[in-house]
């Protein structure tokens, strides 16, 4: 059933004013179709109310593709797929270091020490299998270090093996550095086959 909405002016008598004719008063004219019950009853609702139906239709329809994202995004965090904000710290402006965090180089020397006895006791020099024997002592260090929690340093550490074969060797580093926060460990360990220096600097970072 076609239903026939029209806006109209009302039609009062005003004296000295004509009245509009009757199609001035249908000039805009909406159609809306809307389907009529079985058994030939009207069940057309009146424009206003239509209107409202649809609005409500339309937000619940909103309403409900929100949560679904919602949901959605709340499992994709859940499974670590959503990446989390970097959180970025304040800087705490302290220019040295605290004393139980200072490093020591006496006791960063006496762990390596223990550390080299226990990977070079029984090797012997060669050249091929020292060169990643010297690639894993320093990672080995390097990790040893960092278990000791020096807050705020910075780990340099300098491994060097070479065979003993009765010459002399010197090995010399120069750094500039603040000698009350930073420190050097030199550990020197040698058996009949081989020599190691191992040099580790702890760098206080502001």
């Given at each position: 059933?076609?239903?026939?909405?029209?806006?109209?002016?009302?039609?009062?008598?005003?004296?000295?004013?004509?009245?509009?004719?009757?199609?001035?008063?249908?000039?805009?004219?909406?159609?809306?179709?809307?389907?009529?019950?079985?058994?030939?009853?009207?069940?057309?609702?009146?424009?206003?109310?239509a209107?409202?139906?649809?609005?409500?239709?339309?937000?619940?329809?909103?309403?409900?593709?929100?949560?679904?994202?919602?949901?959605?995004?709340?499992?994709?965090?859940?499974?670590?797929?959503?990446?989390?904000?970097?959180?970025n710290y304040?800087?705490?402006?302290?220019?040295?270091?605290?004393?139980?965090?200072?490093?020591?180089?006496?006791?960063?020397?006496?762990?390596?020490?223990?550390?080299?006895?226990?990977?070079?006791?029984?090797?012997?020099?060669?050249?091929?299998?020292?060169?990643?024997?010297?690639?894993?002592?320093?990672?080995?260090?390097?990790?040893?270090?960092k278990?000791?929690?020096?807050?705020?340093?910075?780990?340099?550490?300098?491994?060097?093996?070479?065979?003993?074969?009765?010459?002399?060797?010197?090995?010399?580093?120069?750094?500039?550095?603040?000698?009350?926060a930073?420190?050097?460990?030199?550990?020197?360990?040698?058996?009949?086959?081989?020599?190691?220096?191992?040099?580790?600097?702890?760098?206080y970072?502001?």
């Open positions: 059933m076609d239903v026939v909405s029209s806006q109209t002016k009302a039609n009062f008598s005003v004296p000295g004013e004509e009245t509009p004719s009757t199609s001035d008063k249908s000039r805009r004219v909406s159609v809306f179709t809307f389907p009529s019950s079985k058994d030939g009853t009207d069940d057309s609702e009146p424009v206003g109310k209107s409202a139906m649809f609005g409500r239709r339309s937000t619940f329809r909103g309403f409900a593709k929100t949560i679904q994202k919602v949901l959605a995004l709340e499992k994709l965090t859940k499974l670590g797929t959503v990446m989390r904000p970097t959180i304040e800087n705490t402006y302290r220019l040295t270091p605290v004393d139980r965090f200072h490093y020591n180089p006496e006791k960063v020397e006496r762990a390596i020490m223990l550390l080299l006895e226990a990977q070079l006791a029984n090797v012997k020099y060669e050249p091929k299998r020292c060169t990643a024997q010297t690639r894993r002592i320093t990672d080995l260090v390097k990790t040893k270090v278990q000791m929690d020096f807050q705020r340093y910075k780990l340099v550490c300098s491994v060097m093996l070479g065979q003993c074969n009765d010459q002399g060797i010197e090995a010399v580093s120069r750094c500039v550095w603040d000698s009350q930073d420190g050097c460990a030199c550990i020197h360990y040698k058996n009949d086959s081989l020599f190691a220096v191992v040099t580790v600097y702890g760098v970072f502001e």
